[in-house]
């Protein structure tokens, strides 16, 4: 590859290593002396330089574009004094094949519309497959895929064991009403919200699990947060306390952040997209629902809830209510007890005050919601009542009322949206920016 570090750099009076590179032209830039050209292959950047003369008298514009491919051989060199490239070293071109050529006048592709931009302009996000190759989408993908190491590497530490949960179900996990139908055969079937429920059956055999998979939700609104299908980092813990729960979510991401930040490269990049980021300090901030409405309705002027009223116990705090607050208080919170109508069947009741759940939402500066788990009902009349209350028909769920039956315990969980942790630590004005494809409403291709 291009990144190879090791081989001998020649500096005009000793010679440099002869090389052979493969990649695609990044930059292209052409003076009256020579060319150059930022080569790209994925592992790294190479200044390659064509002295004019027989060597570039050959090509035209149409050769080199932004975007081909070729395979270039010549000579390493120091890069001279006062001048900046990649490592410090440039390729002498002497000889070079063209691999693929490219029109190379895509405006997705030549990195002239921003960022931002990309992620609402239409026919950027058609182009995402070019957009792609750009440096900063290319980085984040990189800090994405160290992440998701990070994740998988920390749980294996803390001796959690990961499985694969189906994505066709024919059950609900938050609501029946952000479901994708699939017909199935003769029958019909979702794609699955969340593999909570699957995870909780496992607990008896594997212990402590994880998975990370995708989930799918119909969202009928376009955010900057909502994803029709994203990945979700989900575990469920056995023989637990809520306190127990909250303190190893606190100890996973921080292990979690440490793990990606004790990477050079990465943590080089993300000071570049986030220059403030650091891991947060320890214990997070934590703070019942009650009391954030109270903190709402506090301010001057208060702030409203959906219905441009102030909040009250049971109104759902709303996205945007939620990171003004979260804004403000500026550092990690765990908020906790929602009220159990605003919430999921499965959530257990607080014992001191049954108005509420012990559930937690994990709320980030920037994004808000990252994180959202619980205590599970562990008690079966509870859950066959909670079936109930919800309008839920008991006989979907005979193997998840199975877990109560058969030797029931204290358990709990949570769900974290890996597209929104990324957003929060690197920056991000939206969730678009930190998958490949992303999918929401309106949007299912590329
Ligand atoms: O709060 P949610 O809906 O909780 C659950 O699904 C639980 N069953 C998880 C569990 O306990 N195992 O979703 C969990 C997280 C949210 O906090 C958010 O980060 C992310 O999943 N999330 C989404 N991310 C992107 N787009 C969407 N439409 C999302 N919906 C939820
Ligand atoms: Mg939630």
Redesign the pocket.
Known sequence: GIANKDVELGDGKKKGARVKVSGRIHRLRAQKQATFITLIDGYGHLQCVLQSGDLTKTYDALTFAQGTSLTLYGEMRKVPDGQQAPDGRELHVDYYEVIGASPGDDEAITNKVSVSQNQWDQGMLDNRHLVLRGDNAASLMKLRSQVEWAFIKTYNDMKFVKVSPPALVQTQ??GGATLFKVPYYDEEAYLT??S?LYLETVLPSLGNVYCIEKSF?A?KSLTR???SE?S?V?AELDFVTFDDLLEHLEELMCRVIDSVLGDPETAAFLKELNPTFARPQRPFMRMRYSDAIDWLNAQDPPILNEEDKPHVFGDDIAEAAERKMTDAINRPIFLTHFPAEIKAFYMKKDPQDRRVTESV?CLMPGVG??????MRMEDLDELLQAYKTQGIDAKDYYWYTDQRKYGTSPHG?????L??FLAWMANQHT?RTTCLYPRFMGRCKP
């Not at 969980?413 to 949206?417: I, M, V």
């Open positions: 996990v938050e919200q969340s909570q939700r969202e947060r909502h994803l994203y979700h989900e939402d919601e990252i994180v959202g788990g619980s969980g949570y769900g974290l949206g597209e929104r969730v």
